[in-house]
């Protein structure tokens, strides 16, 4: 390749988003191994069972868990659409002020659920299927909670946009419909099936 | 080829910006090969007190076995016998090896192996290493709990590891500290892999990148998508150990339902398979080059050896199940297993010959980190070959929890990765502190190690062989292993005389960095783009980002006049 060549091809402005989706990638491939793992103890412990749920325990209601899905299902479509007008220059920070509120919605969905479990008298110690329920959604919402910190600092730097504001929605976007597609495999895999 | 280039950015001038919080990889890697030598150190120590205890059992320790234990007059006591031996384990894989050899030596030759001016992000690889430090703080807080530290094993089998068979806070301290040291290293990993898929400079195809930078890049890939499985058992057992959750206690133990003490083996050696090679693919790398710099010969088979380590890499995925044999798994699955751990022999086998084809009728220079680098050719043979009987269900049935698998790994975990950190640091020492290494002491601190390293582990499989168990405080209460115990004395003053040899490294690496004579820019003859900059390398690295034209192995070309290699910014010389 050509010195002036190369030097032209090591200025573009395409380097950024390239690094912030190879990055990215790599990240939710490594999240996904966490989760991944989890689901597989999960398996094990449920094809390995006589019964489910084990030892005479109930399913939880699918009330709550249910609301919470259906919070971080629009959550992510509300991100998709405001992605789209970041991209196109039209974007309105309040999509992303929405998206936190429904974000925090999902959270506050979350503590009902684990209060209304302990009203009920399950506990995370109360055996192995109430330890997987509590555990899971434990890590899962600790997720949460970090791509909320991250999209409340997104919306922070929204007041400056640079050129990395469409590489940092792109990447805080790809995080939270990864932890929307996870939440959603929990809710089919552990609560309705 | 590159997609960016990074901006120079003005030298740190604060004592706390050049040194402790710096974004420099250079300064990072500097950090991480301090923290590497002061834990080798901390689990050197340890192993000599467990050495001490297995050849001269109830004699106290010399020295300083009065103050470490003087409830016991100087005697290692059993319960800190099983600390003892899971926090050297934990140490040296964690802290001392895995720092040495990704941290200190990824940080240090990614960016300046392939051109660019620093890691992709910076500030990640700040932090990254600085969460390191907190796993460190609280590993060794966990010696300071009322019933001290973990004792589990440093693989930490439930139920040995759960509050039955670890009480105290110890043993959650230790499944904190290896969570964030995980966090730490999977950081690394997406910093190691973007940055090598992005700031290559422009020329340098995959297959121009060094071998080392191809045994980092695979292992960085390996921790990124292996780490976070140890993380999630880490997490369920500190839940275990905290909320009282029950993943891994099973019958009684469990108020109601069921958990399973064996799924925790599933998911740590799903994770602990990849981490052997994690550990040694940096090894491999370094030594490929290596053997190649000093032979003054072209790698022999580069791409082969590439593509070798990348097919390892994919099968160190698939035959985790042979650490697993005696858990009476079904039959076939552990044949299963069986074959395709033998399968791994077959990619081995093919870098092993190009390293023999790069070594033959090349013109040795026998330095220093030539030395460790045969070193390491030498101990991983054996070690290779003595993993066969392991992987074999009939003879590791035999085997298993015996002193023969400890000296197996320690030749392929601790001996070759070792030898290949040495061959490193005594390669890149003039490029890091300008400064040469003593070569004298250099090459004592190398016969002594392996002469030590031999009798040490070569013993280890001998008594192993004889059926000595590797948990117990002391073997010799059994009647059949009392005639062991002179050798255990040899394999124990094997381990003190190699001890000893790395006195003469750290006196030689300390007095270097400030008496060393002062180092040329290409001290070694070597054509990677690291040697085409001043040494020590300036915080920049590359004033102009190098373009590449050629590989990294260029040596002995008969049309080349007044030297015998190429830099990677030449192009080939032809007839």
Redesign the interface.
């Known amino acids: ?1 050509a ?1 002036t060549e ?2 032209n ?4 402005n ?3 988003k ?2 912030g989706s ?2 990215m990638s ?2 939710l ?7 991944l ?2 689901m597989m ?1 999960f398996a ?2 449920r094809f ?2 006589p019964v489910w ?5 109930e399913r939880p209601s699918l009330l709550i868990p249910s609301i919470s899905t259906f919070l971080i299902a629009l959550s992510s479509y509300i991100f998709i659409n405001f992605q789209k007008n970041i991209e196109k220059g039209t974007a309105d920070k309040r999509s992303l002020l929405f998206v936190l509120i429904l974000g925090l919605g999902f959270m506050a969905s979350q503590f009902m659920f684990w209060n209304q479990l302990k009203s009920h008298g399950i ?9 997987i329920i ?2 899971f959604t ?2 899962h919402a600790a997720h949460i909670v970090a791509a909320l910190g991250l999209m409340a600092w997104l919306y922070g730097s929204l007041n400056t946009p640079d050129k990395l504001t469409a590489v940092k929605v792109s990447s805080i976007g790809k995080f939270w419909h990864f932890l929307g597609i996870v939440w959603l495999i929990m809710f089919v895999t552990i609560f309705v099936l | 080829m590159a997609f960016f280039e990074q901006e120079i950015h003005d030298a740190p001038t604060t004592f706390l910006s050049k040194y402790v919080f710096s974004f420099d990889h250079k300064v990072i890697a500097k950090q991480f090969l301090w923290y590497g030598i002061a834990f080798l150190g901390i689990g050197g120590m340890m192993a000599l007190l467990i050495r001490w205890t297995l050849a001269f059992p109830g004699e106290p320790f010399p020295v300083i076995g009065h103050i470490l234990f003087p409830g016991n007059g100087g005697v290692v006591p059993p319960d800190t016998y099983a600390m003892l031996f899971t926090l050297h384990g934990t140490i040296m894989i964690f802290f001392a090896i895995t720092p040495i050899l990704i941290g200190a030596f990824g940080n240090y030759c990614i960016p300046l192996m392939i051109g660019a001016r620093d890691m992709v992000f910076p500030t990640l690889n700040m932090l990254s290493f600085w969460l390191a430090m907190l796993s460190a703080v609280l590993l060794l807080a966990s010696l300071f709990t009322p019933l001290g530290g973990a004792a589990g094993g440093w693989t930490s089998y439930p139920t040995l590891s759960t509050l039955i068979g670890s009480a105290g806070i110890g043993q959650t301290l230790w499944c904190l500290s290896l969570f964030v040291l995980g966090v730490s290293s999977t950081m690394g990993a997406v910093n190691y892999i973007a940055t090598i898929i992005t700031l290559r400079a422009p020329g340098m195809g995959y297959f121009d990148m060094p071998l080392t930078i191809w045994g980092l890049w695979l292992t960085a890939i390996l921790n990124a998508i292996f780490l976070p499985v140890l993380g999630a058992g880490l997490l369920l057992l500190t839940f275990d150990r905290v909320f009282g959750t029950t993943f891994f206690l099973a019958g009684a133990a469990a108020t109601s339902g069921s958990g399973d003490p064996v799924l925790f083996q599933h998911v740590f050696w799903i994770f602990g398979h990849p981490e052997v090679y994690i550990l040694i693919l940096p090894a491999w790398g370094i030594v490929s080059d290596l053997l190649s710099f000093f032979a003054r010969k072209p790698a022999f088979g580069a791409k082969a050896t590439a593509l070798s380590m990348t097919a390892i890499t994919i099968l160190s995925t698939l035959v985790y199940g042979h650490h697993m044999y005696s858990t009476q798994m079904s039959p076939l699955l552990t044949q299963s297993f069986m074959m395709l751990t033998m399968t791994i022999s077959i990619p081995s086998a093919v870098f092993f010959a190009n390293w023999l084809g790069t070594l033959w009728k090349g013109s040795i220079r026998f330095d220093t980190p030539m030395l460790f680098s045969l070193g390491v050719v030498f101990v991983f043979g054996l070690g290779g070959l003595t993993g066969l009987y392991l992987a074999t269900v009939s003879t590791d049935l035999y085997l298993h929890d015996t002193y023969f698998v400890v000296g197996h790994f320690h030749y392929t975990m601790a001996a070759s990765v070792l030898l290949g950190g040495f061959a490193g640091t005594y390669f890149w020492f003039p490029k890091m502190f300008g400064r040469m290494m003593n070569e004298r002491l250099g090459k004592i601190h190398f016969w002594i190690s392996m002469v030590g390293l031999n009798g040490i582990f070569m013993g280890m499989m001998v008594i192993g062989h004889a059926g000595m168990h590797r948990r117990i405080y002391n073997p010799f209460v059994y009647e059949f292993l009392q005639n062991l115990i002179p050798l255990n004395m040899f394999i124990t003053i094997s381990a003190l005389t190699m001890g000893a040899a790395q006195i003469v490294f750290v006196y030689n690496f300390i007095h270097s960095m400030y008496k060393g004579p002062i180092a040329s820019q290409n001290p070694w003859e070597v054509g990677t783009l690291e040697w085409t900059i001043p040494s020590p390398a300036p915080h920049y690295n590359f004033k102009d980002i190098p373009v590449v034209r050629c590989g990294p192995h260029e040596y002995g070309n008969p049309n080349l006049v007044g030297k015998d290699f190429q830099y990677q910014t030449e192009e080939l010389v032809k007839a």
């Open positions: 390749m010195l190369a030097r091809a090591l200025k573009s395409d380097g950024d390239i690094i190879v990055a790599v990240t491939v490594s999240f996904g191994m966490l989760f793992t989890l103890a094990l412990y390995t069972a749920p084990p030892a005479g325990m506990y995370a110690s109360s055996g192995i299927f109430p330890s509590y555990s434990w890590i």
